[in-house]
């Protein structure tokens, strides 16, 4: 675990979010203690079509915490993006 979270720390996403050149939905739980709402905010504005949803109420893991409700984000985000 640590050894991947020293790789996570030199090939940053960061850097790498402006290439994506393709609609991105960006999902948070509302009460994710790992991923932190600036940090949310941060990556979606680095995509350069990005958006991002957050589930009030939700840890982090939030395809294990709630399938459902992520399929209709994904499912109205795929509506929205589709041409």
Not at 14 to 25: G, N, S, T
Not at 46 to 64: A, E, F, I, K, N
């Amino acid at each position: 675990m640590l050894s991947s979270f020293g790789t996570s720390m030199r090939d940053r996403v960061e850097d790498k979010l402006p290439y994506v050149d393709v609609p991105a939905l960006v999902v948070r739980g509302g009460k994710d203690g790992m991923v932190g709402q600036a940090w949310a905010e941060q990556v979606t504005r680095l995509l350069p079509r990005g958006r991002l949803t957050v589930m009030d109420g939700l840890p982090h893991m939030v395809p294990y915490r709630d399938p459902r409700g992520l399929a209709r984000e994904v499912t109205a985000f795929l509506r929205e993006a589709a041409p």
